[in-house]
């Protein structure tokens, strides 16, 4: 059994071991997770998987305390200037330069949500005393210079590289120009550590001596512009700045709107995910894209939302079709005939779809692995969300939802 809670703020610091030791995975999504030491003693015992922009601790309010709260990254080093005392809360990256010691120590509590970027020398001492990590340690030699954590590595680096020197980056490193000299960073005895590296053909034989044996290899074509992203959206803006020959790290959508576009392409290659319009798949298998996965959208997609209503106009506005796709509450307009129904709405992966008792054998119809199907009174959506005895919705699916503006554990 599988736990959701979607919600604006989830106040941690009354949870109970007890309820939640039945499930499985436990997900909460939410602006803004609220927890003490003792909330944060527990969550880390139970398969808790927290999305949260921000994640407060009651110890911010205390008003003698400097408290700086980080979402993003955060880099500590020997002239990083903090006031004695200081609470740290970091929601992302936490990077801890060599010789920064002593000013760790002034401060009074670091709380991790994430991943601590740090010399291998203090790895061991990890977490200390004022530390507390809700995540990972990841650490890099001592000697080695920290790069941004997906390190772009161009032709002019080989000419700025130090002599003996070795760079850390603690994702990936991408080889983005086919006329970097790698020859010349083995003359100068550079060394790279990293998790995955982008490497051009006509490059390896070179550049593999330089990085750290248990680095990921990714070969990419010569010739191509590499572009990072995590959702990327092909269009002639696109082309004009990049040219025709693209290789994506991340995933790529391709609307109907981007075929002038992808018509314009003379090579693509996707580190990810391809979602494509039914439209454009003649064009992209002319092209032969090296991909890991092509999901085709058969119309306008709407995607992972916590609660979406589908009314008669949003199927009249889209004669293409519209796909719903993995969203937890689902509820269609009454005054929405079976016919557009059919001829228009496709819905996949959802966990519970509300409709009216007319409407639910086409439904059923144009659904793809959707737990529950019907009309709900109030009580019935309640109990379903969750989850109370003898609710029908909750015996159909191994997932919990709970949806609500503020909700305390």
Not at 123 to 137: D, E, F, R
Not at 186 to 210: G, M, P, W
Not at 233 to 250: C, E, K, Q
């Amino acid at each position: 059994m599988r736990l959701k809670i979607n919600c604006d703020v989830c106040d941690t610091r009354k949870v109970n071991e007890d309820n939640y030791k039945e499930y499985e995975e436990i997900i909460i999504s939410a602006d803004k997770v609220i927890v003490d030491e003792r909330s944060k003693q527990i969550l880390s015992k139970l398969p808790f998987n927290i999305k949260a922009d921000e994640i407060r601790s009651d110890e911010e309010d205390r008003p003698q305390k400097d408290v700086q709260n980080v979402n993003g990254v955060y880099e500590i080093g020997p002239e990083t200037v903090v006031k004695e005392g200081t609470i740290l809360n970091v929601n992302g990256f936490l990077k801890i330069v060599p010789g920064c010691e002593e000013t760790l120590n002034k401060y009074e509590k670091i709380c991790i949500n994430g991943v601590i970027l740090c010399p291998k020398s203090l790895t061991g001492k990890l977490p200390m005393h004022s530390i507390s990590l809700n995540g990972m340690v990841k650490g890099y030699p001592d000697d080695y210079v920290m790069l941004d954590n997906k390190y772009k590595l161009d032709k002019y680096f080989p000419m700025r590289a130090a002599e003996y020197s070795g760079y850390f980056a603690s994702t990936c490193i991408f080889d983005v120009d086919d006329e970097t000299d790698f020859g010349k960073l083995a003359e100068k005895n550079v060394k790279f550590y990293t998790d995955k590296i982008y490497i051009r053909k006509s490059h390896l034989e070179k550049a593999l001596q330089l990085f750290n044996i248990e680095a990921k290899i990714v070969e990419i074509p010569d010739g191509c512009k590499i572009m990072n992203s995590d959702d990327f959206h092909l269009d002639d803006a696109l082309i004009s700045s990049a040219g025709d020959n693209i290789y994506v790290s991340g995933d790529v959508t391709i609307k109907k709107d981007s075929l002038p576009a992808l018509e314009k392409l003379t090579a693509l290659a996707v580190d990810g995910t391809v979602k494509i319009d039914r439209s454009c798949l003649e064009r992209f298998n002319q092209l032969n894209v090296n991909c890991a996965k092509v999901v085709v959208l058969d119309g306008f997609a709407i995607e992972d939302r916590a609660m979406v209503s589908l009314d008669r106009e949003m199927l009249e506005n889209h004669p293409e079709g519209v796909v719903l796709r993995d969203c937890a509450l689902v509820s269609i307009g009454d005054d929405i005939p079976t016919e557009l129904i059919r001829e228009r709405l496709k819905i996949k992966d959802c966990a519970k779809v509300t409709c009216a008792d007319q409407q639910k054998a086409v439904i059923s119809e144009v659904s793809q692995d959707v737990a529950f199907i019907g009309p709900w009174g109030v009580m019935g959506v309640f109990g379903s969300i969750f989850g109370r005895p003898g609710s029908d919705a909750s015996e159909s699916s191994d997932t919990k939802y709970i949806n609500a503006d503020f909700y305390e554990l």
